[in-house]
């Protein structure tokens, strides 16, 4: 299967997009050697090749084929890299994933640039009030990041809090949406 790819250079560092036809099956961004705590122990892998990986086990047999960042759905991403943050609000997603998932993506889809949601909220809001951890996993395997925009989702005090890309690169896109969050915890004053 021929999947389209093009890396583009943002304010948050590279990001990976690959799509068929017009419609966005991944999106990866360079690795954080601090995620999780893992430390020295978790190794960077450019986002091309973690995307090849995840690419392959969802769709079997994958050729990438180099497209240029101008355009398909790169385009309109660079845009919301450039300040047009609704740029992206209508483009096609194919994130794969199991029903729960599915409802999780597209609650997540519904959170207009500039605002946020709490995994508590967001439990309540697909029908799981006791479910923030499940939707809070469900929120963190998003294959497509920045389009279904996981960042806009916080901890329950407000703060920031879990995000595959890491605490610094959430914070630039909730601030370049115009999101109001806490910006005081210990955990994320360290990264300051």
Same mark, same amino acid.
């Given at each position: 299967?021929?999947?389209?790819? &093009?890396?583009?250079?943002?304010?948050?560092?590279?990001? *990976? +997009?690959?799509?068929?036809? /017009?419609?966005? =099956?991944?999106?990866?961004?360079?690795?954080?050697?601090?995620?999780?705590?893992?430390?020295?122990?978790?190794?960077?892998?450019?986002?091309?090749?973690?995307?090849?990986?995840e690419l392959s086990a969802r769709f079997g047999d994958v050729e990438l084929?180099?497209?240029?960042?101008?355009?398909?759905? &790169?385009?309109?991403?660079?845009?919301?890299?450039?300040? *047009? +943050?609704?740029?992206?609000? /209508?483009?096609? =997603?194919?994130?794969?994933?199991?029903?729960?998932?599915?409802?999780?993506?597209?609650?997540?889809?519904?959170?207009?640039?500039?605002?946020?949601m709490t995994y508590g909220e967001l439990a309540v809001s697909v029908g799981?009030?006791?479910?923030?951890?499940?939707?809070?996993?469900?929120?963190?395997?998003?294959?497509?990041?920045?389009?279904?925009?996981?960042?806009? +989702?916080?901890a329950a005090n407000r703060t920031l809090n879990g995000f595959g890309g890491?605490?610094?690169?959430?914070?630039?896109?909730?601030?370049?949406?115009?999101?109001?969050?806490?910006?005081?915890?210990?955990?994320?004053?360290?990264?300051?």
């Amino acid at each position: 299967m021929k999947i389209r790819c &093009a890396t583009l250079d943002t304010p948050v560092g590279p990001v *990976a +997009v690959a799509w068929k036809s /017009d419609t966005i =099956v991944a999106i990866h961004m360079e690795e954080t050697k601090d995620r999780m705590g893992w430390g020295n122990r978790y190794r960077a892998v450019s986002p091309e090749k973690r995307m090849r990986a995840e690419l392959s086990a969802r769709f079997g047999d994958v050729e990438l084929e180099r497209a240029d960042a101008n355009r398909g759905p &790169a385009k309109k991403l660079a845009r919301y890299f450039a300040g *047009a +943050v609704r740029a992206i609000d /209508d483009l096609p =997603v194919d994130p794969g994933g199991t029903p729960f998932q599915a409802k999780v993506w597209r609650r997540l889809r519904g959170i207009p640039a500039g605002e946020t949601m709490t995994y508590g909220e967001l439990a309540v809001s697909v029908g799981h009030p006791d479910g923030a951890r499940a939707a809070g996993g469900a929120v963190g395997s998003n294959p497509i990041p920045i389009v279904i925009p996981c960042h806009r +989702v916080i901890a329950a005090n407000r703060t920031l809090n879990g995000f595959g890309g890491g605490l610094q690169r959430k914070r630039w896109l909730l601030r370049h949406e115009g999101a109001t969050f806490r910006d005081d915890s210990p955990k994320q004053l360290a990264l300051l």
